[in-house]
């Protein structure tokens, strides 16, 4: 079994299954293969959506000349990012140190002892641009492992003791306050663009985080510039081409600064975000165009991503075939006058085109154009606009799909529980609350051991090997606690807390309170991973900072409160700073900064039309991070519901924060007062 990746669990490895280059998964297996056959190891690490690393497998790993040369010399591991984001997260540091820059496909030359001593990322079939090609960096590797293997040593231990010397600044464990708040506002607003919303030039990427951050911001302050700041860039975001103006959804991110030309794959995380972010926006200011936003992309989620089990799978590629056996980056999602013509007839097709900006030389390659909705004097008859995007999604259905990751992530499906628990909530969708349940049920019956530890992956029922790290502890935990404010089922908080448990005893440093990405008893590699940065996703240590604030509002629990609190040092020293990448971190710590407010509305039944008013506006309020219990007052499902008696028979709601109640209230305007001010 010369390749021994046809057993596993992940799609990407499942895609070399079949190259001629005896892979091995990352083990401890291959590591004792590469000391006792005295070679080195090559690390490739990628996912499943990965143009580039689609690019390098077709070029090179399917290639017999290159893999007879590796099989020879080294000992080839894969690994999926997705999978074991604890050995991504250790060699990316490497790489980054060592040249400055990262990403994926990433090319890690190892040890035996799993120490790095050469990187890189994509390497062409043949010297290009000045970088070599990847026949003469095995070849330079061989030679300097064959011939040099002292000073290779030198180098990888040098390297190893270099990551050990890189301690994150902490800066203590003192949440932050109004004005650390402030000066990310401001950082923010630097780093704004004024034209095009979003921050930064290009690629562009969807700052959904930072968004959640200004709208919590706005609620709190009423700060105008932050709310403005939210509209505009998610108004650009959702009339550019980043955006499935035909099937909702949002791409990875913008290759220009515009918005228009996205790079086409699909993430379930980055879906979950905004879905959430939109109807959060929504909330905050009854936008149309957030809420059809928000709920287009819960039904792309729920229509094109949720998996046979009730999860959600991880990705959609960015190739496709288009239509000649050839996989083309966006073949599936561009379009030409032509293409138009032959779907809609001339009349619709030029309609289409002024509407969608679809143009003769194209937004794209080729002529093509990517979808847009851009601002136009001109009034469209809604009624043509909707059959003319239902004979285009219909016809773009019958072209090749692009693959699909079904592989489901534990932390990203908690962000998609979130979304779509609250989404349909907001807008009397049951059917995005019952999708919602689907997926906390797959995780529970799957993903959960006897003693509530999380595995990080399953695909088709089948539960993977790899333990959960800590964004999963933590965004699963967020998502079980939406579920649990949004369907009064206490269950779902109880299965946060034992989650959260596990954060507090195998995640916390207990002397800093600082936080690793992974725990404790999990496998040792060359260091502990420890990121507080929210980029893609929230990191682990934001994700758990969020989850126990929440937790503690809606129990009291003290140990729960202190760990998130001592978490936000690291906002308190990262927000005035580098405000664009710990955007979750900021909303924590909004909400922490308004307590945050306590919810408990107590009723005969959820079926109760008083209540459900009440519960509704509960949900609906903008105060930052708070948090909603409903049920009966004889429930002892949420602790928050304890001695709330009605109010003369009627319904009502408590108000609570920073251990002072308001008096309680049947009236839903009251609620809604004492939750907006």
Same mark, same amino acid.
């Given at each position: 079994?010369?390749?021994?990746?046809?057993? +596993?669990?992940?799609?990407?490895?499942?895609?070399?299954?079949?190259?001629?280059?005896?892979?091995?998964?990352?083990?401890?297996?291959?590591?004792?293969?590469?000391?006792?056959?005295?070679?080195?190891? $090559?690390?490739?690490?990628?996912?499943?959506?990965?143009?580039?690393?689609?690019?390098?497998?077709? +070029?090179?790993?399917?290639?017999?000349?290159?893999?007879?040369?590796?099989?020879?010399?080294?000992?080839?591991?894969?690994?999926?990012?997705?999978?074991?984001?604890?050995v991504?997260?250790?060699?990316?540091?490497?790489?980054?140190?060592?040249?400055?820059? *990262?990403?994926?496909?990433?090319?890690?030359?190892?040890t035996?002892?799993?120490?790095?001593?050469?990187?890189?990322?994509?390497?062409?079939?043949?010297?290009?641009?000045?970088?070599?090609?990847?026949?003469?960096?095995?070849?330079?590797?061989?030679?300097?492992?064959?011939?040099?293997?002292?000073?290779?040593?030198?180098?990888?231990?040098?390297?190893?003791?270099?990551?050990?010397?890189?301690?994150?600044?902490y800066?203590?464990?003192?949440?932050?306050?109004?004005?650390?708040?402030?000066?990310?506002?401001?950082?923010?607003?630097?780093?704004?663009?004024?034209?095009?919303?979003?921050?930064?030039?290009?690629?562009?990427f969807?700052?959904?985080?930072?968004?959640?951050? /200004?709208?919590?911001?706005?609620?709190?302050?009423?700060?105008?510039?932050?709310?403005?700041?939210?509209?505009?860039?998610?108004?650009?975001?959702?009339?550019?081409?980043?955006?499935?103006?035909?099937?909702?959804?949002?791409?990875?991110?913008?290759?220009?600064?515009?918005?228009?030309?996205?790079?086409?794959?699909?993430?379930?995380?980055?879906?979950?975000?905004?879905?959430?972010?939109?109807?959060?926006?929504?909330?905050?200011?009854?936008?149309?165009?957030?809420?059809?936003?928000?709920?287009?992309?819960?039904?792309?989620?729920?229509?094109?991503?949720?998996?046979?089990?009730?999860?959600?799978?991880?990705? /959609?590629?960015?190739?496709?075939?288009?239509?000649?056996?050839?996989?083309?980056e966006? @073949?599936?999602?561009?379009?030409?006058?032509?293409?138009?013509?032959?779907?809609?007839?001339?009349?619709?097709?030029?309609?289409?085109?002024?509407?969608?900006?679809?143009?003769? =030389? *194209?937004?794209?390659?080729?002529?093509?154009?990517?979808? %847009?909705?851009? %601002?136009?004097?001109r009034?469209?008859?809604? =009624?043509?606009?909707?059959?003319?995007?239902?004979? /285009?999604?219909?016809?773009?259905?019958?072209r090749?799909?692009? *693959?699909?990751?079904?592989?489901i992530?534990?932390?990203?499906?908690? $962000?998609?529980?979130?979304?779509?628990?609250?989404?349909?909530?907001?807008?009397?969708?049951?059917?995005?609350?019952?999708?919602?349940?689907?997926?906390?049920?797959?995780?529970?019956?799957?993903?959960?051991?006897?003693?509530?530890?999380?595995?990080?992956?399953?695909?088709?029922?089948?539960?993977?090997?790899?333990?959960?790290?800590? +964004?999963?502890?933590?965004?699963?935990?967020?998502?079980?606690?939406?579920?649990?404010?949004?369907?009064?089922?206490?269950?779902?908080?109880?299965?946060?807390?034992?989650?959260?448990?596990?954060?507090?005893?195998?995640?916390?440093?207990? =002397?800093?309170g600082?936080?690793?990405?992974?725990?404790?008893? @999990?496998?040792?590699?060359?260091?502990?991973p420890?990121?507080?940065?929210?980029?893609?996703?929230?990191?682990?240590?934001?994700?758990?900072?969020?989850?126990?604030?929440?937790? @503690?509002?809606?129990? *009291?629990?003290?140990?729960?409160?202190?760990?998130?609190?001592?978490?936000?040092g690291?906002?308190?020293?990262?927000?005035?700073?580098?405000?664009?990448?710990?955007?979750?971190?900021?909303?924590?710590?909004?909400?922490?900064?308004d307590g945050?407010?306590?919810?408990?509305?107590?009723?005969?039944?959820?079926?109760?039309?008083?209540?459900?008013?009440?519960?509704?506006?509960?949900?609906?309020?903008?105060?930052?991070?708070?948090?909603?219990?409903?049920?009966?007052? =004889?429930?002892? +499902?949420?602790?928050? $519901?304890?001695?709330?008696? $009605?109010? %003369?028979?009627?319904?009502?709601?408590?108000?609570?924060?920073?251990?002072?109640?308001d008096?309680?209230?049947t009236?839903?305007?009251? /609620?809604?007062?004492?939750?907006?001010?």
């Amino acid at each position: 079994m010369p390749n021994r990746l046809a057993h +596993e669990t992940s799609p990407y490895l499942l895609q070399h299954a079949d190259n001629p280059v005896h892979w091995w998964p990352w083990s401890t297996e291959a590591f004792e293969e590469a000391r006792k056959s005295g070679k080195p190891v $090559l690390l490739s690490v990628g996912y499943s959506s990965c143009h580039w690393c689609h690019v390098m497998a077709h +070029e090179s790993f399917e290639d017999q000349e290159t893999a007879d040369y590796l099989n020879a010399h080294f000992v080839s591991v894969k690994v999926d990012r997705e999978e074991r984001p604890d050995v991504d997260a250790v060699y990316m540091e490497a790489v980054q140190a060592a040249t400055g820059q *990262g990403g994926w496909p990433m090319t890690v030359f190892l040890t035996p002892d799993a120490e790095p001593f050469y990187f890189g990322t994509y390497f062409p079939p043949a010297p290009r641009h000045g970088m070599p090609s990847f026949r003469q960096v095995l070849e330079g590797v061989s030679s300097a492992w064959a011939d040099r293997r002292e000073e290779v040593d030198e180098v990888a231990g040098k390297i190893v003791r270099d990551l050990a010397g890189r301690e994150i600044s902490y800066g203590g464990t003192e949440a932050p306050g109004e004005e650390e708040l402030a000066q990310a506002l401001l950082g923010l607003t630097r780093e704004y663009d004024p034209q095009r919303g979003g921050f930064g030039g290009a690629p562009k990427f969807p700052p959904s985080m930072v968004i959640e951050f /200004l709208l919590r911001h706005h609620a709190r302050t009423g700060s105008e510039g932050a709310l403005q700041m939210a509209q505009d860039t998610c108004e650009r975001m959702a009339r550019g081409g980043i955006y499935d103006q035909l099937g909702g959804g949002f791409a990875r991110y913008s290759v220009d600064r515009d918005w228009i030309v996205p790079h086409f794959e699909k993430m379930l995380y980055d879906n979950a975000l905004l879905c959430r972010g939109y109807a959060h926006l929504w909330r905050a200011t009854g936008s149309e165009l957030a809420r059809r936003v928000a709920l287009e992309t819960a039904d792309f989620m729920v229509r094109e991503l949720r998996t046979g089990e009730g999860g959600f799978a991880s990705a /959609l590629d960015a190739d496709s075939d288009d239509g000649t056996g050839k996989h083309v980056e966006g @073949a599936y999602y561009v379009w030409t006058p032509q293409q138009l013509r032959e779907v809609l007839g001339d009349e619709d097709a030029e309609l289409a085109a002024h509407y969608f900006d679809v143009t003769e =030389e *194209g937004t794209f390659e080729h002529g093509s154009s990517v979808l %847009q909705l851009p %601002q136009s004097e001109r009034v469209f008859d809604a =009624e043509k606009i909707a059959s003319v995007k239902e004979r /285009l999604l219909s016809a773009r259905a019958e072209r090749p799909a692009p *693959g699909r990751d079904d592989k489901i992530v534990a932390a990203w499906n908690g $962000l998609a529980i979130a979304a779509l628990a609250e989404t349909g909530a907001y807008f009397d969708r049951p059917d995005l609350v019952d999708a919602a349940l689907g997926a906390a049920d797959l995780l529970v019956r799957l993903h959960l051991d006897d003693q509530a530890r999380l595995a990080r992956t399953s695909k088709d029922g089948q539960v993977g090997a790899n333990a959960g790290v800590l +964004e999963d502890y933590g965004d699963v935990a967020e998502g079980f606690l939406a579920l649990a404010s949004v369907t009064g089922e206490g269950v779902w908080l109880d299965f946060a807390g034992f989650l959260l448990d596990h954060v507090l005893a195998r995640f916390i440093d207990e =002397e800093s309170g600082a936080l690793y990405d992974t725990a404790a008893d @999990a496998e040792q590699l060359i260091r502990r991973p420890q990121d507080p940065t929210d980029n893609a996703a929230p990191s682990g240590w934001s994700a758990a900072a969020g989850a126990l604030l929440s937790y @503690a509002a809606q129990t *009291g629990a003290e140990p729960h409160r202190l760990a998130a609190e001592r978490a936000l040092g690291v906002v308190k020293a990262l927000g005035p700073r580098v405000p664009r990448f710990i955007g979750w971190g900021l909303a924590v710590a909004e909400a922490n900064l308004d307590g945050p407010r306590e919810v408990a509305v107590v009723g005969p039944s959820l079926a109760d039309e008083d209540t459900r008013a009440l519960h509704r506006t509960a949900l609906l309020g903008t105060a930052p991070g708070a948090v909603v219990a409903v049920g009966s007052p =004889e429930s002892d +499902e949420f602790p928050l $519901l304890a001695d709330r008696p $009605l109010q %003369q028979g009627q319904p009502a709601a408590y108000v609570c924060r920073n251990f002072t109640c308001d008096a309680p209230t049947t009236d839903p305007d009251q /609620l809604k007062t004492a939750l907006t001010s």
